[in-house]
Each structure stands twice: as C-alpha cells, then as structure tokens.
C-alpha cells in the first residue's frame, strides 16, 4: 500500500481521537506528528498487519505525553498565580462532554476516544490501545460512570 492512500483513508479517524483527546490546536498537532513518524518509517509500518493501529497507537501515545506536558505547564502557571483561559471552540469535540472526556485517566479517555470519537469497534480498540477486549469495555464503563457523574446525568 502506498503511504498517500493510507494517510486518506486513516487520518480522519485519528484525527478525531486526537481532537477528543486534546482539543483543536494540540490534537491536529499530535495527528500530524503521528504521520509524520509512520511516513519516516513507512517502508517498515507498511508491512505490519494493521499500520493503521499502529498510527493509532503513536497518536495516542503523543497524547499522552502531551497531555502529561500541559499538565505540568498548568501547574506552574498555577504556582506563578496566573491563570490561562484558552479562547472558545464552536466544534463539537470542545463540548462539555469532550471536555469531562480529558479529565478522565488516560486510559478511559483513550478508549472513549477511539470508541466514540473514531467509531472503532471494541477489537479495534483493543488493537490499538494492546490490551483485551474485556479490558477496553471496563475502561469505557468507568469512563461512562465517572462522566455521569461529572456532567450530573443518569448512566
């Protein structure tokens, strides 16, 4: 498969998982970056059996370390006793419930990502983030139930 077919037929999925993740500037940010690396490393990520989870995978993968660097970033603006107050977004990833989605544990709002965000199925979930498929559902149930509760709606 030739890396321009790929990129067209994977990077509105992952696009969408890294928006939920991360919002609109970063999440685009870490996208591209995620195709930045399969396309150096294309000729070996080509003859995987599913590149498009691995893309997945690094893409998540920067998320989180992105997410771990905001939040550091926060916490010393917070020690600086300023307070940032980034600009409103009308997409439907800025929303409340997106919103309560990055404040879940990463692993939660990786599944609700992928699950929600991207479609995917249960089995590619599991692909993507290497685990079971008994273990994608219980992050999406502890993610249902802590979101309930923080947006103060019924499960």
Not at 58 to 77: K, Q
Request: hydrophobic share 50%.
């Amino acid at each position: 498969m030739r890396f321009d077919a790929f990129f067209e037929r994977e990077y509105t999925g992952v696009l969408a998982v890294c928006l939920a993740l991360l919002g609109r500037g970063a999440g685009e940010d870490v996208a591209q970056e995620a195709f930045i690396r399969a396309f150096t490393r294309w000729e070996d990520v080509r003859l995987l059996q599913r590149p498009d989870a691995w893309v997945r995978r690094v893409a998540i993968n920067l998320a989180a370390s992105r997410g771990r660097r905001i939040a550091a970033e926060a916490r010393a603006v917070l020690r600086l006793q300023r307070i940032r107050h980034p600009p409103a977004e009308s997409s439907d990833l800025e929303s409340p419930f997106w919103e309560a989605v990055r404040r879940l544990p990463p692993r939660q709002a990786q599944a609700v990502a992928l699950h929600y965000a991207d479609d995917l199925a249960i089995a590619d979930v599991a692909t993507v983030m290497r685990c079971a498929e008994g273990t994608v559902k219980a992050h999406l149930h502890a993610a249902r139930m802590t979101l309930a509760g923080l947006l103060g709606a019924d499960e």
